[in-house]
């Protein structure tokens, strides 16, 4: 089975969150908003995407002006003169959905979704009832029917990807090579998992812990009705 690596980098830092942020407040899309403060096509695409960590104070500053918003503010969040709106801005993260990818290697990565737009929780919410912190979490559609009743395809879970120990058991998301899919996963020994679907049309099966691709584990559902 194909091992992955599971891109962990911190992609909802609150540089990023308060940019996305203030972007759905001005209705521009990263092309537009980049265009406009003139810092390069890809410059707010690397920042949203975590390819840029460090990205340079006068392109920031530039941004910043396009989103009528001051550079302190998009790197801190503290304001002298801001709102309590505007502060309470500063306190949402994006959650971004996966996605698997092919990489030059042939192997696959789990990794976010560049999309427009996204799940919004705020960071005191994550920390409070998810405990955790936002860059570790993520969010998917559930795929297949294997949970049902308990999990349904029409779902939305948020999951964490720094929880892998199977240590209280649980729901998990792994990766069999081809899919992302939700099972039920519990330790039998130090070395096998015993690995369940909810749904009894699907067979339960023992494997070794080495050969599973655990992505993170399920800590929250939406549903509608």
């Known amino acids: 089975m194909t091992k992955i690596e599971t891109r962990v980098q911190n992609y909802n830092t609150p540089l990023v969150s308060r940019l996305r942020a203030q972007m759905i407040r001005k209705g521009l899309n990263p092309k537009t908003l980049a265009e406009r403060a003139n810092v390069g096509r890809s410059f707010v695409y690397d920042i949203l995407s975590g ?7 006068g392109k920031i500053a530039s941004i910043a002006d396009e989103l009528g918003v001051s ?21 949402i993260a994006n959650i971004s959905t996966l996605k698997v990818e092919n990489t030059i290697q042939s192997s696959f990565i789990v990794s976010v979704a560049e999309e427009q737009t996204g799940h919004y929780f705020t960071e005191c919410w994550i920390r409070d009832n ?5 860059e570790n979490i993520r969010s998917l559609k559930i795929p297949c029917d294997a949970m049902y009743p308990t999990l349904k395809t029409s779902d939305y879970i948020l999951l ?11 729901i998990f998301i792994i ?24 749904n009894e049309k699907y067979s339960a099966y023992e494997v070794a812990l080495c050969e599973l691709n655990i992505v993170g584990k399920v800590v929250w559902v939406a549903r509608s009705f």
């Open 160 to 170: 964490d990807v720094s929880k892998k120990d199977l240590n209280p058991p649980g």
């Open 51 to 57: 390819r840029s960590c460090n990205p340079t104070s």
């Open 175 to 198: 990766f069999d090579g081809a899919a992302l899919k939700p099972r039920r996963l519990e330790m039998l020994s130090p070395e096998r998992v015993m690995v369940r679907a909810d």
């Open 71 to 91: 550079m302190q503010y998009l790197l801190s969040g503290v304001h002298p003169q801001s709102s309590h709106l505007q502060q309470g801005w500063a306190d």
């Open 130 to 134: 998810l405990k955790s912190l936002s």
